[in-house]
C-alpha cells in the first residue's frame, strides 16, 4: 500500500519535473559557492534546495586543495552523502582534474560509488600553452583507459571543456580532435554553452556530437556587456539548446553561477519547458 506522504511526495516531484527543462531536476556546480562550504555545508545545501536545485554536481577535495573543497577531505562519503540527503539534494557527479584520475583512479571510483555518483567528469587536462595536438590526441586516448574503469563500477566519465579547446591548433579544432578519439561508450562531453562567446552555438554543438554529451554546465552570455549573466538574460536561445539536447539524449544539467545568479537562473529554468 501506498502511504498519503508517499502519494504526496510523489505529486511534488512530479511537480517539479514537470517545470524542468528535460524532464530532469534543476542541477548546479558548487565550484562557485566553494567559499561557504568551510562555513556551514549543511546550510549552503538546504539554501540551494530552498532556491529549487534538486541535484548538485562537486569537486573532487584532493583535487581542489586550494579551494573550499578541502574541507570536506576529513568527512567520508557516506557522511557527505547523508547532509546532502538531509537537505533534500542528490550529488550525482563530481569534477576531477586529469592528473588527479590518472594516479588514483581506483580510489576516486571507490569514493565515487560511495558517495552515490552517477558521474566522473574531467575538469580539464590541464594543458599548457604551447602543447601540441598530439599532446592532446594522448590526453583524449588516457582518458578512454579511465572511462573503462568507470564504467566497470557503473558509472559514466565525462569531459568538461573550456574556450580552451574550442581553439585552432594545426590546422583543426581542438574539441572535434579529442571527440574524434574518445570512445562514445567510455567518454562523453559536458558542454560548457558559454561557447556561444566564442561564436559556436552551443545548441549546434550538441546536435553535431549527438549521443556523446552527457550533460551541460549552464550560464549565459551578454553579447553587449560581454560577460557571463545568469540563465536566461543573455543570448542563448535556450529552448532552442534544451530541444537540441532532449534529441541528442543530455542526461542532466548544472547551472554554474554564483549565489544570486543562482537564483534568477533557477527561477528562470522552472518556467522553461523544452
Not at 54 to 71: D, L, M, V, W
Request: net charge positive; with cysteine.
Amino acid at each position: 500500500m501506498i502511504t498519503r506522504r508517499e502519494l504526496i511526495a510523489t505529486a511534488l516531484t512530479a511537480a517539479v519535473l514537470e517545470a524542468a527543462p528535460l524532464g530532469m531536476p534543476i542541477g548546479c556546480q558548487l565550484y562557485p559557492v566553494r567559499d561557504r562550504i568551510p562555513q556551514d555545508f549543511g546550510g549552503l545545501l538546504k539554501e540551494l534546495a530552498q532556491i529549487g536545485y534538486r541535484t548538485i554536481e562537486t569537486c573532487s577535495p584532493p583535487g581542489y586543495q586550494k579551494s573550499g573543497f578541502t574541507a570536506l577531505e576529513s568527512r567520508s562519503p557516506a557522511d557527505i552523502k547523508k547532509a546532502v540527503q538531509a537537505a533534500g539534494l542528490r550529488c550525482t557527479s563530481c569534477h576531477y582534474p586529469l592528473r588527479e584520475l590518472r594516479s588514483s583512479m581506483d580510489e576516486r571510483v571507490e569514493y565515487a560509488v560511495a558517495l552515490g555518483l552517477e558521474q566522473m567528469v574531467i575538469s580539464s587536462f590541464g594543458m599548457p600553452r604551447d602543447a601540441k595536438l598530439a599532446d592532446w590526441a594522448r590526453a583524449a586516448d588516457e582518458s578512454n583507459k579511465l572511462g573503462e574503469k568507470a564504467r566497470k563500477a557503473g558509472l559514466r566519465l565525462g569531459f568538461h571543456n573550456h574556450n580552451t579547446e574550442f581553439a585552432m591548433l594545426e590546422g583543426k579544432l581542438i574539441y572535434d580532435e579529442i571527440q574524434r578519439i574518445f570512445d562514445p561508450k567510455l567518454v562523453q562531453g559536458q558542454f560548457q554553452v558559454t561557447t556561444i562567446m566564442l561564436g559556436y552555438d552551443p545548441a549546434g554543438m550538441i546536435a553535431k556530437y549527438s549521443g556523446r554529451i552527457l550533460s551541460m554546465h549552464l550560464s549565459d552570455w551578454s553579447a553587449t556587456e560581454k560577460k557571463m549573466v545568469p540563465v536566461g538574460s543573455g543570448a542563448i536561445d535556450w529552448k532552442k539548446l534544451f530541444a537540441a539536447a532532449k534529441k541528442a539524449g543530455v542526461k542532466n544539467y548544472f547551472v554554474e553561477m554564483d549565489m544570486e545568479a543562482m537564483k534568477a537562473s533557477c527561477a528562470y529554468l522552472k518556467t522553461l519547458k523544452a
